[in-house]
T-cell receptor
């Protein structure tokens, strides 16, 4: 089993929609979690850290479920500019394969 | 502020040739990493250096060597390139290995023919 697994998508959603991604991890001892965003042919950039209590940054909400060993990212009111690949990261260094999001008019 | 700088940005090699990818960061970070990214595979860790003077294997180290030249620089060497090493290579750095945000270079697109 891979250490980090993500649904590759693509997720095609209309502008204004709410979309959620999950990422499961296998190492129960993992302590640090992040979501990164990667635009086509660009380097990944940090979107947000994931805290045990959950955290929100504008339209983005990240949550951690230790019991079921997954993290989630919720994007509300999707914008065209949200179109990208979203990568979850476990233990700070292990990346998932990424979930591609395409927001359309 | 340059952040993480990788060179070269593009490279074509013939099978069996060798080359070194260079990476430098100006953020005074302790930890540095080399990843490769292939379609459908995500980013896979090749080698990392938690701090100056140390290096460790990641998920896919075979066919590669690294050198942490000093705190700023971390190079990746392909001794005998193979077509399976065709990929996009990213260097990254972070203040504290595994716990803080990683900053990435712009990537090196390597083709081995």
């Amino acid at each position: 089993r891979k250490e980090v697994e993500q649904d590759p998508g693509p997720f095609n959603v209309p502008e204004g929609a709410t979309v959620a991604f999950n990422c499961t991890y296998s190492n129960s001892a993992s302590q640090s979690f992040f979501w990164y965003r990667q635009d086509c042919r660009k380097e990944p950039k940090l979107l947000m850290s994931v805290y045990s209590s959950g955290n929100e940054d504008g339209r983005f909400t990240a949550q951690l479920n230790r019991a079921s060993q997954y993290i989630s990212l919720l994007i509300r009111d999707s914008k065209l500019s949200d179109s990208a690949t979203y990568l979850c990261v476990v233990r700070g260094v292990t990346f998932g394969t990424g979930t591609r999001l395409q927001v359309t008019l | 502020n340059a952040g993480v700088t990788q060179t070269p940005k593009f490279q074509v090699l013939k099978t069996g040739q060798s080359m070194t990818l260079q990476c430098a960061q100006d953020m005074n970070h302790n930890s540095m990493y080399w990843y490769r990214q292939d379609p459908g595979m995500g980013l896979r860790l090749i080698y990392y250096s938690a701090s100056e003077g140390t290096t460790d294997k990641g998920e896919v180290p075979n066919g590669y060597n690294v050198s942490r030249l000093n705190k700023r620089e971390f190079s990746l060497r392909l001794e005998s390139a193979a077509p399976s090493q065709t990929s996009v290579y990213f260097c990254a750095s972070s203040e504290l290995e595994g716990w803080t945000e990683a900053f990435f270079g712009q990537g090196t697109r390597l083709t081995v023919v």
